[in-house]
Nanobody
Framework: QVQLVESGGGLVQAGGSLRLSCAAS????????MGWFRQAPGKERDFVAA????????NYVDSVKGRFTISRDNAKNTVYLQMNSLKPEDTAVYYC??????????????????WGLGAQVTVSS
């Protein structure tokens, strides 16, 4: 297990940008595949992006490709999600998650064993 804490959420107008951070503590950070998920009210928790242990492989859901960028700094035990050109439909609670260091990443939330408490992102129109 690894402990995860998200930060950087907030309220932004459509077209704006936010950067989420996820700080990890506990077991060695570099051994994990890291992912971001989001959950809107009344909906399931959906995959957004993932990055492998070394940061050289990434994967995105189609709806965020070209707008969101996942990255990691293993020296700082932190993974980031840069979100540009935000849309109202991006409004959700965003969760950071860790999975065993495999690639491609697990296909859904069940494959990730550690989760943060989430950060609210609200995009106004």
């Amino acid at each position: 297990q690894v402990q995860l804490v998200e930060s950087g959420g907030g309220l932004v107008q459509a077209g704006g940008s936010l950067r989420l951070s996820c700080a990890a503590s506990g077991r060695p950070f570099r051994s994990f595949t890291m992912g971001w998920f989001r959950q809107a009210p009344g909906k399931e928790r959906d995959f957004v992006a993932a990055i492998n242990w070394g940061g050289y492989n990434t994967n995105y859901v189609d709806s965020v490709k070209g707008r969101f960028t996942i990255s990691r700094d293993n020296a700082k035990n932190t993974v980031y999600l840069q979100m540009n050109s935000l849309k109202p439909e991006d409004t959700a609670v965003y969760y950071c998650a860790a999975a065993p260091g495999v690639w491609p990443p697990p296909g859904g939330p069940a494959g990730f064993h550690s989760w943060g408490l989430g950060a609210q992102v609200t995009v106004s129109s």
